[in-house]
């Protein structure tokens, strides 16, 4: 399978800003007719998508959106900068790019702070998470050890 996201006429330009993102990408192939872009090939960290011109009116929806999870604070905050750079913060992990596109820059160790031995550690950090716009791994720690 492979997602396919449909903008306006921002296709080629969505694939470099995401290609220039995430390690292991690359565009695989742009296909133009009369020299305006159609659609493009991309990979995002070895995964195939594809970017197509020819929606009638821009947008997306938080219906969809994919989810990046990062093994450390550092990757997280990285991610983060580079896709709100034109975009928009959202609550819990949540944020939307400067195309529109919904993505949840996630912890790699949030299952371990969800689902844990201890329901009490795992509800202090949801309640943590909730109130977090950007993750924040030590803070989510802090609250399922019970510091914070």
Do not use: H
Request: hydrophobic share 45%; glycine share 8%; with cysteine.
């Amino acid at each position: 399978m492979t997602p396919c996201l449909w903008f306006v006429d921002k296709a080629e330009a969505a694939a470099a800003f995401y290609v220039s993102v995430f390690p292991n990408s690359r565009i695989l192939n742009v296909a133009r007719n009369g020299g305006a872009v159609m659609m493009v090939s991309f990979e995002l960290d070895g995964r195939p998508f594809t970017a197509l011109n020819g929606r009638r009116t821009p947008g997306f929806t938080d219906a969809v959106s994919f989810m990046v999870d990062c093994p450390d604070q550092a990757e997280i905050d990285r991610i983060w900068d580079a896709l709100t750079d034109g975009g928009a913060p959202g609550r819990c992990c949540w944020l939307t790019d400067r195309f529109g596109v919904s993505w949840q820059i996630l912890p790699a160790a949030l299952p371990t702070f969800m689902s844990g031995s201890d329901p009490a550690a795992s509800g202090r950090a949801m309640a943590a998470l909730m109130q977090m716009d950007k993750p924040d791994i030590a803070g989510l720690q802090a609250a399922y050890d019970g510091v914070a």
